[in-house]
């Protein structure tokens, strides 16, 4: 066993699990509870210098930015599963929603999850939380489009989009209340019901994770 992952419940290390739980990756997870002062010591940035999760080291080999945390097992590990190569119709679409969940829609939900805390020096003004939640409403409203006459966000079927995708939905209404309508809903119950993601959220409270479907 080379992998090794460093997580901390129900945070974006979420994503970075549920990929290796889908494609059976054998791995070792170090599971953290969120711990601002330990992260920010000098003994947890030796594993990972941003002093965050997620981290996953393939022997001595570092990678901390989530999407590159996906992609990487991916085309290391995954056997071409879950992604669309470069000649398919289906790739520009992939790649769009892959990056979507995260820069689209997760950087947006972490702020105003931190701006609620009301806890410096995650606290912004007002105006940038309304424009944080702006920007998750639009994606929303494009993922709304995309789901119709879909399962999942590809014709193909589920995909590693899905994964970044449906992270986003339940960050988004487990830390800032987010609601859905009927479609994108069903989708989040579709993905929910998937073992691999069962998996990687079952160190959460499951009242809480029964609650999203």
Known sequence: MTLTLFHTPGTRSVRARW????????HDLKTFEYDGEYFASDEFRAINPMAKMPALYDGKELIIELIAIMQYVL??????????AADDPEFAAYLQWLHMGESGMSGYIATSFGHAASVDPYKVTEAHDQYCRYQVEKALGMLEERLEGRTYILDRGFSAADISLGYALIFAAVCTGTTYSDRVQTYLSAL????????????????????LG
């Open 192 to 211: 929910l019901k998937r073992p691999a993601l069962q998996k990687a959220l079952s160190d959460l409270p499951q009242e809480a994770v029964a609650a």
């Open 19 to 26: 990929v290796l739980e889908e494609l059976n990756t054998p």
């Open 75 to 84: 085309d290391r590990y995954g056997s071409g599963q879950l992604t669309v």
